[in-house]
T-cell receptor, first 113, second 113 residues
C-alpha cells in the first residue's frame, strides 16, 4: 500500500491565485482530514470528511474548500490564495472507530507571495 | 483557542537521559490521547496512545503518564537517543461527532550525543 499520498510536494503561488492540493489514500479509510502546520501553532484541522459525499469544517476552514466524491480522494482547494495561507499542509486518514490511528501524508509546502 | 496545551516548546537532552513533555487539556469529553512523532520533512506518525481508563502505558522506551483528575498527560522517553530527535505532538479527541484530533503546539526534542 502507498498509504496517504499528497501532491505537489512544494508550490509557490501569487496572492489571488487558486490551486488544488491533492490527497489520496489506498487503505479504504472512511475518515479523511486536512491540517495545516505553522511554527508554534501545531497542527490545526481545516476540513474533514467521514465518507464520500460528506464534509465538514474544522478549526480553521476560512479560505479553503473541500469535496469528497470518492473514498480515495480528498482534494483541498484554495480559491484565492493569501500570504496567511503560507504553511505546510498535511492530509490524513483513518478507519472508523474504534481504530483511531491517523495516517498522515508527507505534506505539501505552500508559499504564497 | 488551543484545546491542548503543550510544553516545553523545545527540549535538549543528553544521550541516555530522560525526556519529558507535558500536555494539559480542559475538555472532559476527551477520551483518547495519542502522541505523534514527526521527523523533518515528513508527516507525523503515531508513537503511542492512551485512554483515560489507565494511568500509564509503556511501549519500549516510551511511556505515557495520565492524570485524569488534573487533566494532564505526559510523554517520557527513557534512555533518549540521537535518533529520537524530532518534534513531538500530543493530541486529544472525544467521543462526540467525528472524533477529530486536536493537537498541541509541539515540542522539538534534540538529543545530543
Amino acid at each position: 500500500n502507498a498509504g496517504v499520498t499528497q501532491t505537489p510536494k512544494f508550490q509557490v503561488l501569487k496572492t489571488g491565485q487558486s490551486m488544488t492540493l491533492q490527497c489520496a489514500q489506498d487503505m479504504n479509510h472512511e475518515y479523511m482530514s486536512w491540517y495545516r502546520q505553522d511554527p508554534g501553532m501545531g497542527l490545526r484541522l481545516i476540513h474533514y470528511s467521514v465518507g464520500a459525499g460528506i464534509t465538514d469544517q474544522g478549526e480553521v476552514p476560512n479560505g479553503y474548500n473541500v469535496s469528497r466524491s470518492t473514498t480515495e480522494d480528498f482534494p483541498l482547494r484554495l480559491l484565492s490564495a493569501a500570504p496567511s495561507q503560507t504553511s505546510v499542509y498535511f492530509c490524513a486518514s483513518r478507519q472508523d472507530r474504534p481504530s483511531e490511528t491517523q495516517y498522515f501524508g508527507p505534506g505539501t509546502r505552500l508559499l504564497v507571495l | 483557542q488551543q484545546q491542548v496545551k503543550q510544553s516545553p516548546q523545545s527540549l535538549i537532552v543528553q544521550k541516555g537521559g530522560i525526556s519529558i513533555i507535558n500536555c494539559a487539556y480542559e475538555n472532559t469529553a476527551f477520551d483518547y490521547f495519542p502522541w505523534y512523532q514527526q521527523f523533518p520533512g515528513k508527516g507525523p506518525a503515531l508513537l503511542i496512545a492512551i485512554r483515560p481508563d489507565v494511568s500509564e502505558k509503556k511501549e519500549g522506551r516510551f511511556t505515557i503518564s495520565f492524570n485524569k483528575s488534573a487533566k494532564q498527560f505526559s510523554l517520557h522517553i527513557m534512555d533518549s537517543q540521537p535518533g529520537d530527535s524530532a518534534t513531538y505532538f500530543c493530541a486529544a479527541s472525544d467521543q462526540t461527532g467525528a472524533n477529530n484530533l486536536f493537537f498541541g503546539t509541539g515540542t522539538r526534542l534534540t538529543v545530543i550525543p
